[in-house]
């Protein structure tokens, strides 16, 4: 077998291998595969001459790391939120996957007045807008099922109220809030977006978490000082 027939060879097996890891979304590696995979990822477009610059997907393993840097900006505290819902009922569901953002509840998100939970502006531009699609336009309004810790079902509405504020809204987010008793400044949520695999419907995640006594009281007192 020639040079040139091995080459071809292996660049075949390449490929496949490059497709195979690039399937296999939300997976966790260590520092080594993941510069090992970076060199496969760069050699795939070498070979075929993709001049295009490379774009980072969000949910590509390959950027786990740059992954775990984000993290830490919108989480509440050292907690580390899996990338995916950690909810049962979803497994084997979950497609393209925003990352996880927390919020600790305001008075606003837990009025019976207001029925919406507001969401990090930044977060929701830099990680979840991107995954919209043609004719998802978040100005007027996109149906959506939401999905609590234990896989129950609630059809919100995520939209740009009054052009101001990102939100998940209708009377459904009271129910939500009043199943799960909520409490402004003590619950802190976990929130994903996620394209449903079967429906390929935009879907929500929503997971909580009660911070320590001793966070509470130190963010109260921050909250005070800023008064």
Not at 13 to 19: G, K, R, S, T
Not at 52 to 74: D, F, L, Y
């Amino acid at each position: 077998m020639s040079k040139e027939n091995n080459i071809t060879e292996l660049t075949r097996e390449d490929v496949v291998a490059a497709l195979t890891l690039a399937s296999l979304k939300h997976v966790k590696f260590d520092e080594k595969s993941i510069v090992e995979l970076g060199k496969l990822r760069r050699k795939f477009h070498n070979i075929y001459g993709n001049d295009e610059q490379e774009k980072e997907e969000p949910n590509s393993v390959i950027n786990v790391r740059n992954r775990n840097r984000v993290r830490k900006s919108t989480c509440i505290d050292d907690y580390q939120p899996p990338e995916i819902p950690p909810i049962p009922a979803l497994a084997g569901v979950v497609g393209e996957c925003s990352r996880p953002c927390e919020k600790q509840l305001t008075e606003t998100d837990l009025s019976d007045n207001q029925t919406r939970l507001s969401l990090s502006k930044d977060h929701v531009r830099d990680y979840i807008l991107r995954l919209l699609r043609e004719g998802e336009d978040v100005t007027q309004g996109i149906p959506v099922t939401v999905y609590d810790s234990e896989g129950n079902e609630y059809s919100m509405r995520f939209v740009f109220w009054s052009s101001k504020v990102y939100v998940l809204t209708t009377t459904a987010w009271k129910t939500f809030y009043k199943k799960h008793g909520f409490q402004k400044d003590i619950d802190v949520v976990t929130v994903w977006m996620f394209r449903h695999r079967l429906t390929q419907k935009l879907c929500f995640a929503i997971t909580s978490r009660r911070l320590p006594q001793a966070d509470r009281q130190r963010r109260t007192q921050m909250k005070r000082r800023k008064i």
